[in-house]
């Protein structure tokens, strides 16, 4: 499995994908270059290294491993016959395996680099380079689109420090200097579906007009038989296509303007964090084209207005001329880890800055608040006492 990063050709620092200008930046030399000039150069490649003799890219690993002796080859700690014959199995049912590392190596300066089986794009943990693990995102895994970032991880911080800086009860550490730098830049796949519904609908219906004359009322009810049909297209209907994550966070920051996605090329990825699916289309087909005929059903049931009431409503929706485009999105994340151990999430939809997330609440503050205004509440009503004793 080819591991990549595409080099300065005035200096060999790594480019990264630059959101502001929507071009590939140089942070050594400040060089920068279009999509069509990052095409021509040819990106430098990381050779696949071998775990404990065995050329591989999963390793399960061991509870007491550790990144060291993964960084050594994992001659540390060998991965057993059944664990590799596990692992290669998980690879290719596409089935998640429990506690499944992948180790590549960088081609910038050649040390190991573990990362989790579905991780498509990320950094080098030692000379910080952008790479792409190729072999990830190829094949039947290869992205249809992909919709770059339309801001830079400092829009991000700054769009997370507006947000929950008004918020007196969360906690400094929250939104900490060495808490904000954990935020990341991270494409998610998603399925996007489009078809085209053939819709019928059939029902009665009444039209009521109700008027005075002198000092009579007057209604007069008109029934008819109404029938409908017509085709409804839908489009860019979207579904998170990664089993291990917040199905609701994730889908709760959207939805994104696809008509900007780009085809996909890999260079995009520089400099984020991709993951690949494990979703495919046919487990999500079904949910999709209840969405798709719930839309056609409210389109149809639109052009009923002009009616007072509606009765006895039949309809017959048939899918027609169906597409799925895998797509990576983008999403800044964040995770914070509080006290008591429990974890809170935190997403910015990377193009339109869309936020959602559970915020944690200091109970120091809360409780010191709250101790006040109890305070002042019990005050007032001493004096209101007090005067009118």
């Known amino acids: 499995m080819a591991v990549i990063t595409y080099k300065c050709p005035n200096c060999g620092g790594g480019l990264k ?28 490649e990381g050779s ?90 190829s094949g039947n895994y290869l992205p249809d689109k992909v919709l770059p970032f339309k801001f830079d991880k400092k829009a991000a911080e700054e769009k997370f420090l507006s947000y929950t800086g008004h918020k007196i009860f969360v906690p ?25 519904i053939d819709a019928e609908l059939s029902c009665n219906a009444d039209r009521i007009r109700t008027w005075t004359s002198g000092d009579r009322e007057f209604t007069e009810t008109n029934v008819y038989h109404v029938e409908r049909a017509g085709k409804v297209s839908v489009q860019n209907l979207s579904r998170n296509a990664l089993s291990d994550t917040d199905k609701n966070l994730v889908e709760s920051v959207m939805p994104y303007r696809l008509k900007e996605a780009e085809p996909f090329s890999m260079g995009y990825l520089q400099g984020f964090v991709a993951q690949k699916r494990d979703i495919e289309s046919a487990e999500v087909s079904g949910e999709l084209k209840k969405k798709a005929q719930k839309y056609a059903n409210r389109t149809m049931r639109k052009t009923l ?85």
Not at 181 to 187: A, C, H, I, P
């Open 305 to 389: 207005s002009e009616y007072t009431t509606t009765s006895g409503v039949v309809s017959d929706y048939r899918t027609e001329n169906e597409n799925f485009s895998y797509m990576l999105l983008p999403l800044w994340l964040l995770t914070y880890k509080a006290l008591d151990g429990k974890k809170y999430y935190f997403a910015m939809n990377g193009q339109t800055g869309e936020i959602h997330g559970k915020l944690p609440v200091d109970a120091g503050k809360l409780s010191m608040v709250s101790g006040i205004i109890g305070a002042l509440v019990f005050a007032l009503i001493l004096l209101i006492l007090y005067n009118f004793a």
């Open 48 to 137: 696949q290294r071998e775990v404990s003799g065995v050329e591989a890219d999963y390793y399960e690993k061991p509870e007491n491993d550790t990144l060291e002796g993964l960084k050594a080859g994992g001659k540390e700690n060998p991965a057993s016959e059944e664990e590799k014959g596990a692992a290669a199995a998980s690879e290719d049912s596409g089935k998640k395996a429990v506690g499944a590392a992948v180790v590549y190596t960088c081609p910038s300066c050649g040390a190991n680099i573990v990362t989790e089986k579905n991780t498509a794009a990320t950094f080098c943990y030692y000379c910080h380079s952008p790479i792409v693990l190729e072999g990830q995102l």
């Open 17 to 44: 994908f630059d959101p502001k200008t929507q071009k590939y930046q140089c942070e050594f030399c400040l060089s920068s270059f279009t999509q069509e000039e990052l095409k021509e150069l040819k990106p430098q």
């Open 172 to 196: 400094k550490a929250f939104f900490s200097k060495d808490q904000i730098e954990k935020l990341s830049g991270v494409y998610y796949p998603f399925w996007v579906y489009d078809c085209e």
